[in-house]
């Protein structure tokens, strides 16, 4: 997976989320003091989860030769600071000639994503300070 590199200047809260060849926009509402041009942190978070989760679910129908129109997954996300616990809520919407037991399916690996898995898993992580004299 690519680097992610976010970059924030005096305009406060918008941030370019670069990969190198493709750009996201991250920004906080007007009310907290951002401009509103792009997703809050939390949003890009949920929507980490509904993509892979709607592009694992093509990968699995495509590979069976099941007949999924398309998949939308609506994602909240909740953050609880007292319980230090979140809760992301996922509702699916499956199109196509799908019978039962495919759909009983598509929901079972809907939680087999790999954002799923990992959020679901314990997480470490490894923050360090390094100097740039200069950032291209």
């Not at 401009?35 to 949003?43: I, T, V």
């Not at 994602?75 to 319980?83: A, G, K, R, W």
């Not at 000639?97 to 079972?108: H, I, P």
Request: hydrophobic fraction near 35%; include cysteine.
């Amino acid at each position: 997976m690519a680097t992610i590199t976010p970059s924030i200047q005096r305009t406060l809260y918008e941030t370019h989320l670069s990969t190198g060849s493709q750009v996201i926009l991250a920004d906080e509402p007007v009310n907290v003091g951002g401009q509103n041009k792009g997703m809050r942190p939390g949003e890009l978070l949920a929507g980490s989860l509904a993509a892979c989760t709607v592009m694992t679910l093509r990968m699995y129908a495509d590979r069976k030769g099941w007949p999924l129109d398309s998949a939308v997954a609506q994602v909240d996300y909740t953050s609880d600071p007292e319980t230090s616990r979140s809760l992301f809520s996922v509702r699916l919407v499956l199109n196509g000639d799908l019978n039962g037991e495919q759909r009983a399916k598509l929901l079972e690996m809907a939680d087999r994503c790999l954002i799923h898995r990992t959020l679901e898993n314990p997480t470490d992580f490894n923050t360090s300070l390094v100097d740039y004299t200069s950032q291209d």
